[in-house]
């Protein structure tokens, strides 16, 4: 079976720091496309990053600020968020897809299979 599971959520202050890492078993994280998504209650799931076979996308909101990466050493997907902002704030989680808007295109990577983890939480607050 194919398991997900998001570590590295918390608190930090404006202009701060976090790392999160998605554990992926069951499959190599790079068998799949790897997305990362967040969610805000009463908003739709808003896709942040994209790690496929094309180059690394990332939603406009975010660009400059977050890094995603992956290592096939220990099956994990992370991403580095710098630069932290209130709007940040959501509910992070791992999925073996991507769907994101880059700019005005929404791109989206489905290779037929749906994992997901079930989400960190990031609070960015003063």
């Not at 690394?56 to 975010?62: H, I, L, M, N």
């Not at 630069?83 to 073996?96: I, N, Q, R, S, V």
């Amino acid at each position: 079976q194919v398991h997900l599971v998001e570590s590295g959520g918390g608190s930090a202050q404006p202009g701060g720091s976090l790392r999160l890492s998605c554990v992926v078993s069951g499959v190599t994280v790079d068998r799949y496309p790897m997305g990362w998504f967040r969610r805000v209650p009463g908003k739709e799931d808003e896709g942040v990053s994209c790690l496929d076979h094309r180059d690394p996308r990332y939603t406009d909101s975010v660009k400059g600020r977050f890094t995603a990466s992956r290592d096939g050493a220990t099956s994990t997907m992370y991403l580095q968020m710098n630069d932290l902002k209130p709007e940040d704030t959501a509910l992070y989680y791992c999925e073996t897809r991507c769907g994101l808007f880059d700019g005005d295109t929404y791109y989206n990577n489905y290779a037929g299979v749906n994992y997901r983890g079930e989400g960190t939480q990031v609070t960015v607050f003063s």
